[in-house]
């Protein structure tokens, strides 16, 4: 049973879709492209050149989307990296005890392999995974990177388990075909009742409960 883990970091009140939105915004500025706040919440999960392509659509830029692409992942690296991040409540209990039973653990991430290695490094938390997704993976889409990481666990993702904290995300988690925990906080409960069991904190989750999820479902 993997877990697909994305969501156990915190950042002490920084908000990662600003972060997002400041660093297109800086390639924007730095090109002379219009850009929208509205369009820049469209490109979450999505991987940079479908951001430039089908929604900022900058047409002067199409030319060069994959340079433009590289200077988004750039953009947010830089931009992660003045922000120190460390473990949600619960994350570090839960990861211990997950990896004492043998469950295979990927993160995922829109980050460059190199910005997520050196946070992850810095949480000291890289010994709770085995695998992990990030930019260079070439996922368009969060479901594709869901599914990615399912490939790299080697196990199918009706068996796997995705933390999310957004309705989009949940129903990302659903669409390939994985459970979601959803962590309630930044969106309340009722947005996410598709999920397949929503709680308020990691502190609260045991193995027990991830179990359940899959009760009544034949091994595979």
């Not at 009140?13 to 919440?41: T, W």
């Not at 929604?55 to 992660?80: H, I, K, N, T």
Request: aromatic fraction near 8%.
């Amino acid at each position: 049973m993997p877990l697909d883990a994305k969501k156990l970091g915190s950042n002490h009140g920084i908000k990662k879709e600003k972060i997002r939105m400041e660093s297109r915004g800086s390639v924007a500025e730095a090109h002379g492209l219009p850009f929208d706040a509205e369009d820049s919440d469209r490109t979450v999960g999505r991987r940079p050149e479908i951001a430039v392509t089908q929604v900022f659509r900058w047409q002067p830029a199409l030319d060069d989307w994959g340079a433009l692409s590289y200077e988004f992942c750039e953009a947010l690296g830089r931009r992660f990296s003045s922000y120190a991040f460390e473990p949600r409540p619960g994350a570090v209990r839960l990861l211990t005890l997950l990896n004492e039973y043998q469950v295979p653990c990927c993160l995922c991430s829109e980050l460059d392999e190199r910005s997520l290695s050196d946070k992850v490094e810095a949480a000291d938390m890289a010994r709770f995974f085995q695998a992990s997704i990030c930019a260079e993976d070439g996922a368009e889409t969060a479901e594709q990177a869901y599914l990615a990481s399912c490939v790299k666990l080697r196990r199918p993702p009706a068996r796997c388990v995705v933390f999310e904290d957004s309705p989009q995300g949940v129903s990302s988690a659903k669409e390939a075909l994985a459970k979601a925990v959803a962590l309630v906080g930044k969106h309340p409960a009722y947005e996410m009742m598709h999920a397949d069991l929503r709680i308020s904190s990691l502190e609260d989750l045991t193995l027990m409960a991830i179990r359940e999820l899959f009760s009544g479902e034949e091994p595979r």
